[in-house]
Every structure is written in C-alpha cells, then in structure tokens.
C-alpha cells in the first residue's frame, strides 16, 4: 500500500479493503459503504463504475493489446489528437506515458533537450516551489518539497534544483498580507532565483496551477500572468503540472485556463482516464516540438507503456464522459456550494484557520488559535484524532501530519453528497474540539 504504516494499519484493524465502487460511493469487504472524499488522490474524476471505460477497454484489448516495435496504434493517435484539441493554444504535441511521475521526467528531459539542441546547452537548472509535489520517481522528487515525501534517504539531490516560495495568501512564504501582495512577491521571487541563479542556466520553471499538499493554494490572479511574462523575458521554459488540476479539478478543463496563461509544457495524469488505467501525458508547444522533428534530431525517449492502445481508448472514453456529462461545469457549481458550505462551519468551529480552493479542489487548514495561525502541537495527535471521527462516519478523508484536510472527490458530486460529508465533517469536528477542550465561537 503507499505511505502505509504497516504496523499502525494492523493496530487499527486494517488494512481496509475495497471491493466495489459506483460514483462518490465505494463498498469494503465486509459491505460497509464510504464516501470517497478525496476521489481516489484526487484522479477518480467521473466516479467509479463506469462500465463504458471497461467495455472501450475491453473492445480495444480484444482487437489489439499492444503495438510492434517502430508503429502506433490508431488508438493512440486518437487520444494524441483529442488532448491537441483540448488543450490551449498550440499545445498539441503529446507524447503519452504511465502517469504523473513519468509525464514530468519527460517534461524536464523535453525543457533540458530542447535549449541544448537550440545551442544553449548550460541551461539546466529547474525552479520549483517549496510545498509543491511533482512525483515518485528519481529525477522529480527533487522538484517542491513535500511533507509526504521526505528525501533525506536518497542524497544527494538531483543536479540543478531550485526552491522558489509557495504563494499561499494564507500563510504567504514571502509575508504577503493580502492575494494580491502575497501572488506579486512570490512571483517576482521567481524572477529574483533566474537572475541570482544565472538566466542562461535556467531551463524551467514548473508549477502546479492549484497546489495540493499544503491544503489547495490559489495564487492571487497576478501570479501565473507574472511567471508567464517573467519565463519569457528569461527565455526559460514554463511547465504547467496539470496532474491534478487537469480535466476539470478546478472547475475548468485546465487549471492554467482559471488564469489565462499558456505554459510551454502542460503535463497531465489522474483526471486524464479517472485512474481506471495507467495514463499521463506531456503535452508541449509546437514550438517546443519543432527542433525534435528534424532529420537526425529525434528526443530519444522510451517507456515501454507510451502510448499503449488500452489506455489510450480509456482515456477518450474517460474525456467523452467528462465533456457530454458537463463535469467541469458540475466542479465548478458544486465546488462553489461545497466551499460555501465549508465556510460555514467556520462560524461555529474555531479549529478552522481557513478555507481555500476552486471548483472541487478544496482544503480546511486547521489552527489552535485564528490570531496566531499557530498548529497543535504533535502531542496532541490532532491528525489521528480527526482520522478516526471520518472513518467512524464513513468518510475516506485524511487530515495530514501538517494539519490540512484536503478534499478531492470525483466530479459528479451533487450538493446533496456535499451536504452528507459537510454534516458529517461538522460532528467530527465538535467531536474533536470536545476532546481538546477548544472553547466555541458564541
Ligand atoms: C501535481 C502532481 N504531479 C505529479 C504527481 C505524480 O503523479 P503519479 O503519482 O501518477 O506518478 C502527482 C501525484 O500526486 C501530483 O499531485
């Protein structure tokens, strides 16, 4: 299992098995129903048990599971040209991988190859943001810094790995006071980091739209406008990580489109096929593709899994369900009723410090006094405490060691669910602000 405790699972009576699942709702092996609150990690976008995605999948594998080395398949190709056709501007080159880890190490060997090929092979450096979370795997785990994902085994750090504040108005790195203050300076730190860092030794800047680990941080409005105008003027490339905010999280298809702005590389996974398959994609500029199209100039880059025709079909079918159903629509407008309904417990529940997120990217960040913002300390098992009220009230809902409760479900919710989880998010919490002895807001 990821992250798994193996011993404390056990403790608790783990692990909890699932056996079936249908929309928000899935069933464990002793038939007890659960909302999955966070859709999976955030990926299982139209809900479980759509039996379409099987049969697509099932057709597909019955005629061909796999391709010979040096062809493609027509499968691909038509999920190649449906992502073109999706996404913004002239993002229309895909090269199709496993999942998030992968479509990111592509997307950093695609910045790295591209400036070397255009004669500037010293760029090489890749900023990133303090919190942010952009994979597993050898080369991007070295990008952000998430809690989840300490580092300390795997020394020493991948070569060129820059850290640039997150724009959390919140709790802004930078001490930004307001959206708009807190987005300007965390950008204009950006800019700072390329020149203190030699412009011409700086591939890429890569960020997520809306980041999750540290609790769905929206940037004011000024910020993506300002790494699009300061990645220009550097020559540097701007990576949009869509793993999570793709296919309609944000209440759009694309989280960039909340701000208007075009990266030069967009990456997706999750949302792309709703998890049912292995999927991901990196998707560039044709700009970015061009030096790779000429003769003797190829990107020599192989997974064994691009491409592959079975979870390409899943994917088109996935993208048809979220388009004809109108589930970015529905993120947006249920995602907007859910927020409200969360910030109204906050009338009643001092425990929550804030409220943030778009569409159905959501997150309560929890504090012991709302003056100081300040956490509970450790000793007060606050995390495990409220882990064990969710899954009392059927809920698969974690609130993390950094004391943020990120919600996530899939994105044919409706207002009703959303009343059953906030009804039962709010008894939880009277629960556990009994158990600390945390006055009320009268
Ligand atoms: C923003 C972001 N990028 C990349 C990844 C890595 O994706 P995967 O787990 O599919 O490798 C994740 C996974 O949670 C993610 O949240």
């Known amino acids: 299992m990821h992250n798994s405790a193996w011993h404390q699972t056990a403790a608790e009576g783990g692990p909890l098995i699932i056996e079936e699942g249908n929309g928000i709702r899935v069933t464990d092996s002793d038939?007890?129903?659960?909302?999955?609150?966070?859709?999976?990690?955030l990926s299982?976008?139209?809900?479980?048990?759509?039996?379409?995605?099987?049969?697509?999948?099932?057709?597909?594998?019955?005629?061909?599971?796999?391709?010979?080395?040096?062809?493609?398949?027509?499968?691909?190709?038509?999920?190649?040209?449906?992502?073109?056709?999706?996404?913004?501007?002239?993002?229309?080159?895909v090269f199709p991988v496993s999942g998030g880890s992968e479509a990111n190490e592509t997307a950093l060997k695609i910045a790295r190859a591209y400036h070397n090929r255009r004669g500037e092979p010293g760029r090489y450096k890749i900023i990133s943001r303090k919190g942010s979370y952009h994979g597993g795997s050898g080369g991007v785990m070295w990008l952000g810094s998430a809690e989840l994902m300490p580092r300390d085994d795997y020394n020493p750090p991948y070569?060129?790995?820059?850290?640039?504040?997150?724009?959390?108005?919140?709790?802004?790195?930078?001490?930004?006071?307001?959206?708009?203050?807190c987005s300007i300076r965390c950008a204009q730190a950006i800019d700072d980091l390329i020149r203190d860092n030699n412009p011409d030794e700086v591939a890429a800047v890569i960020a997520e739209p809306v980041s999750m680990p540290g609790g769905a941080v929206v940037p004011g409005d000024q910020y993506w406008p300002m790494l699009r105008e300061i990645c220009d003027k550097y020559g540097v490339?701007?990576?949009?990580?869509?793993?999570?905010?793709?296919?309609?999280r944000t209440g759009k298809m694309f989280g960039v489109e909340n701000w208007d702005v075009i990266p030069d590389i967009i990456t997706v996974a999750k949302g792309v096929v709703s998890s049912y398959l292995p999927l991901g994609a990196t998707i560039v500029k044709d700009e970015i593709a061009e030096p790779f199209g000429k003769q003797g100039n190829i990107l020599p880059h192989i997974f064994?899994?691009?491409?592959?025709?079975a979870s390409a079909i899943a994917g088109l079918k996935n993208i048809e369900i979220i388009e004809t159903e109108g589930l970015v629509?529905?993120?947006?407008?249920?995602?907007?009723?859910?927020?409200?309904?969360?910030?109204?417990?906050?009338?009643?529940?001092?425990?929550?410090?804030?409220?943030?997120?778009?569409?159905?990217i959501l997150a309560l960040d929890l504090v012991s006094d709302r003056n100081s913002k300040s956490?509970?300390?450790?000793?007060?098992?606050?995390?495990?405490?409220?882990?064990?009220?969710?899954?009392?009230?059927?809920?698969?809902?974690?609130?993390?060691?950094?004391?943020?409760?990120?919600?996530?479900?899939?994105l044919c919710i409706e207002n009703t669910d959303v009343d059953e989880i906030v009804h039962a998010i709010d008894l939880v919490l009277w629960e556990v602000e009994g158990e600390l002895g945390m006055g009320h807001i009268t």
């Open 237 to 248: 490339l701007l990576i949009g990580d869509e793993v999570i905010c793709g296919f309609g």
């Open 31 to 41: 038939g007890k129903s659960w909302i999955d609150v966070n859709g999976g990690y």
């Open 44 to 93: 299982v976008n139209i809900g479980y048990g759509r039996t379409e995605i099987a049969e697509a999948t099932y057709n597909q594998m019955r005629r061909l599971s796999y391709f010979p080395q040096g062809t493609t398949t027509s499968a691909t190709i038509k999920f190649a040209t449906k992502l073109a056709e999706i996404s913004p501007g002239s993002l229309n080159r």
């Open 329 to 360: 629509e529905n993120s947006y407008r249920v995602g907007k009723y859910f927020k409200q309904q969360l910030e109204g417990l906050m009338v009643d529940h001092p425990i929550i410090g804030d409220i943030r997120g778009i569409g159905l």
């Open 159 to 181: 070569p060129g790995m820059v850290y640039a504040p997150q724009p959390n108005p919140y709790r802004c790195d930078m001490g930004g006071e307001t959206p708009t203050e």
């Open 304 to 309: 064994t899994y691009s491409g592959h025709p």
């Open 375 to 410: 956490k509970f300390p450790n000793s007060m098992q606050l995390p495990a405490k409220l882990n064990a009220g969710f899954k009392k009230r059927g809920l698969i809902l974690r609130a993390g060691a950094s004391q943020v409760i990120n919600l996530g479900p899939p």
